[in-house]
């Protein structure tokens, strides 16, 4: 079989379209000093409940496919539901917006729009007597009632959400940066 | 008497000192370059411009623990990478900075730094086979293979540059050349080249530690020092082919304006991005391929540039260096035309009962 | 002289740069041939068959999403119509053109990745992999537009999708589309005439046409033996039927047309979305579906043409709210039948060149 029938000319022509990327910009974000804006519709990592206009009807619950929302409710004595306990345990989560979508108010709850929700130390640990710092529960990934209300670090993401939407920045898109297209 | 030590003492610290610094560079160097290949920064974060990087990568490796394999070979793992880095800094004994600037000025000294690179091939050797992992056995065996099979193009194409020049030294091969001898001999540069490249393990031919076939080849089980010490090797090696072939072939420490040590850096650095062009672009070969590569292409060539060189020095040693220059660039296109067209590679499947 | 060898064997295991996953291969080497193959895996593998049937079929969309996880929207579309064939929804018009748009787009994707990772695979030092995934990169951002995330997107619904395209979309796209050809172009430059790329790749690892139709290949491995076979000509779905497009075929079923075929792909499916994006109309985006939704009793087996193949779902209902029997057909596994035909003979160095180019996904061999 005759290898080189180019002679090296494929080569020669790869060579040259590399050395042409030495002059275009580079894509990297240099995180953490920029950071880019992200899209409006972020499921990000952190879900989002308000209280206030919540009706208590379930439905969240029941729509979440990794049963991570945990809420009991009760019959006051109006004879309307209210929630007694509220929480929502993130290590099971998989933030996939199901509970979003079935919020029959569409005001209730909301995926957030911060995705940097990372710690260097666990500091809410549940430990029982005898267990070391690894094998205990983090009690930190499971935010119950006033912990999952909006915040100034808790901002709504606008997923299936119109009205939140609207108020997030524009995302910020590779395809709109500057010097790149000139090949 | 005194005088001799006092020169053997000087460049020996200048020698260790430019060694270290240089492969620091290099190392620095090449990250950035291939990430600015790739749209992306390389190193920025550790000091300005990612400039005390190497020295932070050293600093991680000295602390790591040496981790031994309790089936090893423990004499042989030890002495592996002595072996294999001493030989290196050896080569820049013979190595000309400048007129005369030089440890020692052998008479012989490009046979001797052949001789002395090829006791790192032992080095490697050692270190795959003492290692007593399957990874490191098939890393040794592809570089004996290799390296020794192309030990015989890289001597051949030197031999036109000392038939040109009448002398073995180092030194007198860079004053012999009032036109740097990459003119006079194409054919003799690129069949250096290659030969190198395959040589020090750089792409295309880096297949002795195809990170993604056996992992990392014949220091697959090495850690901390002594993995440090084949990580030198590695860009030691690429500076001494360098410099080698700035002195054989680009005209050593010559130029015009300049101080000659500034030049030979420089020419260094040229031909080292040129090395480091290439590794960013394209993929490996195999080690069928290497070994055609190396014995049915690279061997005839030189062989037809020792014929013609020595044929143009018998025939015609008062011909115009001009028209000397065409003639050879013109032959050598001609006869890499031909041998590809020739070239037939074998391999391929094996039929397995 | 014969001179006695003794074989020995090689563990490429779970844990390895160049397995595009967890998967282990032992090898019986002959010096550096390769004399015998046993794939060993199973290593992901997280039960997902099982779990979904305890969930409802809403449930079970982000469950699709984590089987070819650099192929998302393929599996929920997949997923998403056998349950519509199963309870009898139909889809509007604007949803289904917008159906083809995200399906072309996420072949483009997932084909970009898959060559990019090839090629780490040949030893091209991740060069040509950051050059693919700039324009992946693209692609995923027009995602994560409409659907919120960059990986696994749950955007797919019964009836249609949850939202409409946002209006920033269809500019960013049209955009995408001018540069997108030319993009492609260099890569055939960089690679397609390669000399190196060439030897380690042509008449490698080659896969017969009656093997690979009888080892129920399917995808651009099966295209690239010379069988023209996509289930968008063959059996189509969706509105597939209405574009024109060719489908690239090779004859000799190496590497190195494995590779070439999948170039071409993603210039056809360029091809399709300029189509679609001019074709498209208004509409509303969801049909008439319950939100609970209770099929018939029966069973259904549908089918796509995925980036890696034909992915298929079978799903039997007993009329509850949730799926008696969910069982994939992962194009992955199957296209992985014949490795052991295909690697034998060859060196180390090409099982990798061979495996690569089959494009695996270990999250949708193992499910």
Redo the contacts between chains.
């Keep these: 079989?005759s290898?080189?029938s180019?002679t090296?000319?494929?080569?020669l022509?790869?060579m040259r379209?590399?050395f042409k990327?030495l002059f275009r910009p580079w894509?990297t974000v240099q995180y953490p000093e920029e950071k880019l804006t992200?899209?409006?519709?972020?499921?990000g990592t952190q879900v989002i409940w308000v209280k206030e206009t919540c009706i208590a009807c379930l439905a969240c619950a029941r729509?979440?496919?990794v049963k991570a929302i945990n809420m009991e409710v009760s019959r006051g004595e109006d004879r309307k539901l209210k929630v007694d306990h509220m929480s929502i345990d993130f290590g099971l989560c998989?933030?996939?917006?199901?509970c979003v979508?079935s919020c029959p108010t569409k005001t209730s709850i909301y995926?957030g729009y911060g995705y940097e929700t990372t710690t260097y130390r666990c500091t809410n640990v549940e430990k029982a007597e005898g267990q070391s710092r690894s094998e205990c529960r983090c009690r930190e990934l499971i935010l119950t009632g006033d912990e999952l209300a909006p915040s100034a670090t808790r901002v709504l993401?606008g997923?299936?959400r119109?009205d939140a939407a609207e108020k997030l920045a524009?995302?910020t898109?590779?395809?709109?940066k500057k010097g790149y297209?000139e090949? | 008497m005194s005088d001799f030590w006092v020169h053997l003492l000087v460049y020996l610290v200048i020698l260790f000192g430019f060694v270290i610094v240089s492969v620091l560079l290099f190392i620095w160097l090449e990250r950035r370059f291939?990430g600015r290949?790739?749209?992306?920064p390389g190193p920025n974060r550790a000091g300005p411009f990612g400039l005390l990087q190497p020295i932070a990568d050293a600093i991680k490796v000295l602390i790591k623990e040496d981790i031994i394999p309790t089936e090893s070979d423990k004499g042989v793992f030890w002495l592996a990478p002595l072996v294999a880095f001493v030989p290196v800094m050896l080569m820049f004994a013979a190595i000309p900075f400048a007129d005369g600037a030089m440890l020692v000025d052998l008479n012989i000294g490009i046979l001797y730094i052949l001789a002395v690179s090829s006791v790192t091939v032992i080095g490697i050797f050692m270190a795959g086979w003492s290692s007593n992992s399957?990874?490191s056995l098939?890393g040794a065996?592809r570089t004996i293979a290799q390296e020794v099979s192309y030990e015989i193009p890289l001597v051949l194409s030197i031999l036109g540059v000392v038939m040109l020049t009448g002398s073995l030294s180092m030194n007198e091969i860079v004053k012999a050349q009032s036109v740097p001898f990459v003119l006079l001999q194409p054919l003799g540069f690129f069949v250096y080249l290659s030969a190198a490249m395959a040589e020090i393990n750089r792409?295309?031919f880096?297949?002795l530690e195809?990170?993604?076939?056996?992992?990392a080849g014949f220091h697959t089980e090495y850690s901390g020092m002594k993995f440090g010490l084949f990580y030198l090797m590695e860009y030691a090696e690429v500076l001494a082919i360098s410099a080698i072939a700035t002195t054989l072939f680009l005209g050593g420490w010559q130029g015009p304006l300049l101080h000659p040590v500034i030049w030979f850096i420089t020419k260094v650095l040229i031909i080292f991005m040129f090395i480091i062009w290439v590794?960013?672009?394209?993929?490996?070969?195999?080690?069928?391929?290497v070994m055609a590569f190396g014995w049915k292409f690279l061997l005839p060539l030189s062989l037809a540039n020792l014929v013609i060189t020595a044929f143009e020095i018998l025939a015609a040693p008062d011909m115009n260096t001009a028209v000397l220059i065409g003639i050879n660039i013109a032959v050598m296109f001609g006869l890499i035309l031909l041998f590809s067209r020739f070239y037939k590679?074998g391999?391929?499947?094996?039929?397995?009962k | 002289m014969a001179i006695k060898t003794e074989s020995?064997i090689?563990n490429i295991g779970p844990q390895?740069?160049?397995t595009h996953g967890v998967f282990r291969l032992r090898l019986i080497l002959d010096?550096?041939?390769?004399?015998d193959l046993e794939p060993v895996f199973g290593y992901l593998h997280r039960g997902i068959e099982k779990l979904a049937e305890g969930?409802t079929y809403?449930?079970?969309?982000?469950?699709t999403d984590r089987l070819d996880y650099l192929g998302s929207m393929t599996n929920n579309h997949a997923y998403v119509m056998a349950v519509e064939k199963l309870a009898g929804i139909t889809v509007p018009e604007r949803a289904e053109y917008i159906r083809v748009i995200l399906d072309e787009l996420q072949r483009i994707a997932s084909h970009l990745a898959g060559l990019g990772f090839f090629?780490?695979?040949?030893?091209?030092?991740?060069?040509p992999l950051?050059?693919m995934f700039?324009e992946r990169?693209?692609i995923v951002?027009l995602f994560?537009?409409?659907?919120?995330?960059r990986l696994?997107y749950?955007y797919y619904r019964f009836g249609g999708f949850?939202?409409d395209l946002?209006e920033?979309f269809l500019p960013?796209l049209k955009?995408?589309l001018d540069?997108l050809p030319?993009f492609i172009d260099?890569y055939e430059?960089?690679?397609?005439?390669?000399?190196?790329?060439?030897?380690?790749t042509?008449?490698v690892g080659v896969l017969k046409r009656e093997l690979a139709i009888n080892s129920s290949a399917a995808g651009p491995v099966l295209r690239a033996s010379g069988v023209n076979w996509d289930i968008r000509r063959n059996d189509p779905y969706s509105i597939y039927d209405r574009f024109e497009f060719d489908i690239p075929t090779a004859q000799n079923g190496d590497t190195y047309d494995r590779y070439m075929v999948r170039i071409r792909e993603m210039r056809q499916s360029v091809r399709i979305l300029r189509q679609a994006v001019k074709d498209l109309p208004e509409g509303e985006i969801m049909g008439k579906a319950p939100k609970l939704l209770k099929p018939p009793a029966g069973e259904v087996y549908s089918r796509i043409e995925g980036p890696k193949g034909e992915l298929g779902f079978y799903l039997v209902s007993d009329g509850t709210d949730k799926p008696y029997r969910w069982r994939v057909r992962p194009p992955c596994l199957l296209n992985l039948s014949a490795l052991k035909d295909m690697v034998?003979?060859?060196?180390?160095?090409?099982l990798?060149a061979i495996f690569g180019s089959i494009d695996i996904v270990m999250g949708e061999v193992d499910r």
């Excluded at chain 1, 992200?38 to 499921?43: A, Q, W």
């Excluded at chain 1, 998989?94 to 199901?98: A, E, H, N, R």
């Excluded at chain 2, 290949?37 to 992306?40: A, I, K, S």
Aim: net charge neutral; hydrophobic share 40%; charged share 25%.
């Design positions: 079989m290898a080189l180019n090296g000319g494929g080569i022509k790869g379209l590399t990327h894509i992200m899209s409006k519709r972020i499921r729509a979440c496919p998989v933030f996939c917006g199901l979508e995926m993401s997923y299936d119109p524009e995302q898109l590779l395809i709109n297209f090949r | 291939i290949f790739q749209l992306r399957k990874y098939l065996m792409t295309p880096d297949l195809a990170e993604s076939e056996i992992i590794r960013a672009t394209i993929p490996r070969l195999r080690i069928d391929q590679l391999g391929g499947r094996v039929s397995v | 020995f090689l390895h740069p160049s010096g550096e041939v390769i004399t969930r809403l449930q079970d969309i982000p469950f090629l780490n695979d040949l030893g091209a030092l991740q060069t950051l050059y700039r990169e693209k951002e994560d537009m409409c659907s919120g995330q696994n749950n949850v939202q946002p920033e960013a955009k995408l540069t030319g260099e430059q960089l690679i397609s005439t390669n000399e190196i790329v060439l030897i380690r042509k008449g034998v003979g060859w060196k180390v160095a090409d990798m």
